[in-house]
């Protein structure tokens, strides 16, 4: 993909990781705290967002390097 890692090295991911962080180690009550950390386009030119997740619910854990699939299914 044409200039992704210099698109993903400008997001603000290590800041948010840590805000998210810290709001997580403030809040007792939530479970995760969640934010976008910004778009890239893929090779046909598809706008994507890039989210963080930073969550304490173990049930939600995924292994290191993990990918997961996510489909929306309408019915």
Known sequence: ??????????LF???AIIE???KLNDNK???AFSTSSGSILLDNEE???VQIIV????????GDF???EHN???Q
């Open 55 to 62: 969550t304490r619910k173990k049930e939600d854990f995924y």
């Open 1 to 10: 993909m044409q200039h992704l890692e210099k698109l993903v090295k400008s």
């Open 29 to 31: 009550e939530a479970d």
């Open 72 to 74: 929306t299914l309408v």
């Open 47 to 49: 706008e994507v967002q």
């Open 13 to 15: 991911t290590e800041g």
């Open 66 to 68: 993990d990918v997961v």
């Open 20 to 22: 998210l962080a810290n």
